[in-house]
């Protein structure tokens, strides 16, 4: 909602403006989409306070988000928020620990480099392929669980499956083996993520999954494994390239992304396709474009990115884009939800299309050398859980997808619940 009248010229908030200190719109949370459409009408770059009422400028184009991606100006580091310094961001606000925490997402240069360089090999094209079967093995764990549940059964796909897939996926990279504790997990991220969470309840949620995450450590340094965090610890441990803070924020870090971007994901490309069972009947019947599920995946996350929001970049020397200064020490948002809906890079942008040719060029996963590390691992989960989902089961909604509550976060992009009935489409004889 817009917190003053702007002055227009030709649609757009006169430059006079356009200063942090003036802010033309509320980003709440809940409303990804709304917000996009909004922020895209006044500008590509443009003010906003943010919940708790501090000021950011929002990035919502997709050359404008490329060019301060990469620009020698920008930094990661909150050591060049202006505000933060002065003491103008409250200790309470929602995302001020993820913001500042000692992560490779908080980081530039050599810092960034030498904890990127650790982990990014896991990540990369080739380790991520090996992990197909053991991905697949578990997909149909999971709808073998959901068949078990009988046809007619209202159940939350979310829930049930979205969240089951990369929880598990990212725990057996982790060498967590414990049911109880991806559970916890999952419900003190949660916490954390959402904008409502009381302060301290937010706090403890942190602290809890801080303490987890060196439990882990502990217990893998007892006993080492061929797993993710065996492999950190000894970076720690023998060659000394990053601090038991960094370890512990690093498996942070991995943890929130590694399954929260890919449940929003999953959730959203399933509630896309049943808002538009046309297209999903071609794709199933073998006459859709060629690879239809990698279009499903990039299409929902161009339509809904899994994460509205990327905080922020921080310029140390003015900057000039789009006709705006970018005053030095400025937080800078990236709004991934809005750039997927850029009209001069889309097509009507705010239709579905799972043919789209060029639904890949999104920045749902970010630019540049801070891209998200897991985008390989999310698209592969996806394009192996979806294609095996709807060829098992008829899909049909439990309520109206429209009045579905959204997901209480000003970044995590999607629903709270996705209830639905399966029917299988090949039941195995009794």
Known sequence: MALTEPQLTNGVPAPERMELTNPLYVLGSGDAAGDARALQALGPVVPVALPGRVAAWSVNRRDV?????????????????????????????????????PTMLNMDGMDHIRLRSLIQKAFTSRPVEALRPRIAEITRKLLDDLAAAGPGTVMDLRSQFA???????????YGVDDPDTRQQLAADSGRLLSSQTPPAERLGAQAAIG??????????????????????????????????????????????????????????????LLEHPAQLDLILEGRASEDPWRGVVEESLRLDAPAATIMFLYPVANVTVAGVTIRAGSPVMIHAAAIGRDDQVFIAPDRFVSGRDNAHQHRAFGHGVHRCLGAHLARLEARIALPALHERFIITPAEKLSELEPLDSLSSNSVARLPVRLRERNPAPK
């Open 163 to 173: 969240f089951q897939l990369p929880m598990r996926v990212i725990c057996e990279l």
């Open 65 to 101: 988000a490329d060019e301060l991606m990469t620009h020698p100006s920008m930094r990661k580091n909150p050591q060049h928020w202006q505000a933060l310094n002065d003491g103008l961001v409250p200790d309470s606000w929602p995302l001020l620990g993820i913001i500042t925490a």
């Open 211 to 272: 303490a987890a995450m060196a439990k882990l450590v502990a217990e893998k340094r007892a006993a080492p494994g061929g797993d993710l965090t065996t492999a950190l610890i000894n970076a720690y441990d023998n060659d000394d390239r990053m601090s038991e803070d960094e370890l512990v924020g690093t498996l942070f870090l991995m943890l929130i992304a590694g399954h929260e971007t890919t449940q929003n994901l999953l959730t959203n490309a399933i509630k896309n």
